[in-house]
């Protein structure tokens, strides 16, 4: 009876473990999507301003775009359990899809010399990365 509880224990250890491993795999992920958004923010503002070049603002959206998609798939990878819901996971991986998505066109718009694409791709980007903030439980905002 002994062993048997004993095993339990072990075992209710080792599953609040692996959640809050995930739980932190998942914190430090979307603190990773929200650098990169403000980064995209940033050098986007910049760049309607006049204040870097088209080539680098280019180059940095798109860069930040094939970070995105790679927090995605990082996301997707982390195992589904109490503590990170599946429909709750799904929900974060729809907001940093179109987190990309945003980013990408504002690469494109850049590219076009579109400031007015621009301009608006910056809302877009901020209100969507408000939305994902607003989904985030207190203990997992980073």
Same mark, same amino acid.
């Given at each position: 009876m002994k062993r048997i509880f004993i095993g339990y224990l072990l075992g209710l250890t080792?599953? +609040? =473990?692996?959640s809050e491993a995930a739980t932190d795999r998942l914190t430090q992920e979307l603190r990773t999507v929200k650098s990169?958004? =403000? +980064?995209?923010?940033?050098? =986007?503002d910049a760049w309607v301003r006049g204040a870097v070049p088209k080539v680098y603002a280019k180059q940095t959206l798109k860069k930040a775009q094939q970070e995105l998609?790679?927090?995605t798939d990082n996301i997707a990878e982390i195992e589904s359990s109490t503590a990170i819901p599946q429909p709750y996971?799904?929900?974060?991986?729809?907001?940093?899809?179109?987190l990309a998505k945003i980013t990408e066109q504002m690469s494109t718009a850049v590219e076009q010399e579109n400031y007015s694409v621009v301009a608006q791709s910056i809302k877009d980007l901020s209100l969507e990365g408000r939305t994902l903030d607003s989904q985030l439980p207190q203990q997992n905002k980073p």
């Open positions: 080792l599953l +609040t =473990a692996c990169w958004t =403000a +980064t995209s923010k940033m050098v =986007a998609q790679t927090e996971k799904l929900e974060l991986l729809g907001h940093i899809k179109r």
